[in-house]
């Protein structure tokens, strides 16, 4: 493999999407991305891109609900003030529209690719974006997952990072990683019985991991420092496939049919993603006929 931009260390592309795993990157001196730049950052990205939250202390909270709701109530200014103290959350989508991360972004696309050829699940990753959180000492990112593959880089700070084996029954059900994929909101619950399914990374300053797709995750901030981490999500051309397929998956289950889980055949998942587009516009014609 050659050598990469901003991705380092012992990386197996043919570990993608298939189990967690650890690496480092070069990044963590980038000038976009000390508190000092960031500060200035934040406040001129566009008001939709940025979201934060105030006391997220337990793994159990909604998280997507949090963000929400608490980036209605709180002022961006007084969360960037007290930040070391107040368990506090600013996560900025779309870091790459700011001029400043313009080139860290097109450094990280061509190292992603670079990966995806190797690995044979594409030539480039769709859709990528980068995401940018700063979290206070302590804070909790409360256990979830995406809809998309993400490598994580650390650029400030420590953290206790637990990814859990992607699409295992044992970490939570089929039907919720579908229904979720599907856009419905229902995301599965951390509990102490789960637990013994992660790999936990503790994860420090040029530390990176890959989180795949709809791997279930959570964070437990270091309490020395505040942190600052730097995540691309993306899809390969396998993780769209199969995001399409489970969303088949799901409307079929709600007509009570059954279907075969992702990744157990290419002819299928390739058929399912196919159909999807006509399957959805049916689906849609079918909710305004019944009005919701
Ligand atoms: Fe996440």
């Known amino acids: 493999m050659k050598n990469l931009n901003c991705l380092k260390g012992d990386i197996d592309p043919k570990n993608l999407d298939r189990k967690p795993f650890s690496f480092s990157h070069s990044l963590a001196d980038h000038p976009a991305l000390s508190i000092e730049s960031l500060i200035k950052m934040i406040p001129e990205m566009p008001k939709e891109k940025v979201m934060f939250s105030k006391g997220l202390d337990s793994l159990k909270i909604n998280f997507d609900n949090a963000l929400d709701t608490h980036t209605k109530q709180l002022d961006l200014m007084e969360v960037i003030e007290t930040i070391r103290t107040s368990n506090a959350y600013i996560a900025v989508r779309n870091s790459e529209l700011h001029e400043s991360f313009k080139v860290l972004y097109k450094d990280l696309i061509e190292d992603i690719a670079e990966l995806l050829k190797i690995n044979g699940t594409g030539t480039a990753p769709i859709g990528p974006t980068l995401w940018l959180f700063i979290a206070s000492p302590n804070a909790v990112t409360p256990f979830h ?14 953290k206790e990072l637990a990814i859990f084996p992607p699409r295992s029954e044992e970490v939570f059900s089929r039907a919720i990683t579908e229904s979720y994929m599907d856009w419905e909101p229902e995301l599965p619950l951390w509990t102490e019985e789960v637990d013994k399914h992660a790999h936990k990374f503790h994860f420090k300053t040029g ?8 791997s279930g995750h959570y ?7 505040i942190s600052i981490t730097l995540s691309i999500f993306f899809h390969s051309d396998e993780t769209l496939r199969w ?20 990744d157990r055949s290419l002819a299928v998942d390739s058929f399912k993603s ?7 516009s049916v689906f849609n014609v079918a909710r305004k006929l019944r009005g919701n």
């Open 243 to 262: 995001s399409e397929a489970m969303k088949i998956n799901n409307r079929l289950r709600k007509l009570g049919i059954s279907s075969q889980a992702v």
């Open 145 to 158: 997952f995406d809809r998309t593959s993400n490598f994580i880089m650390q650029i400030r700070g420590s």
């Open 274 to 280: 196919t159909v999807f587009p006509a399957v959805d």
């Open 207 to 214: 530390d990176a991991a890959h989180i795949p797709f709809t």
């Open 219 to 225: 964070v437990k901030n270091g309490s020395e420092d």
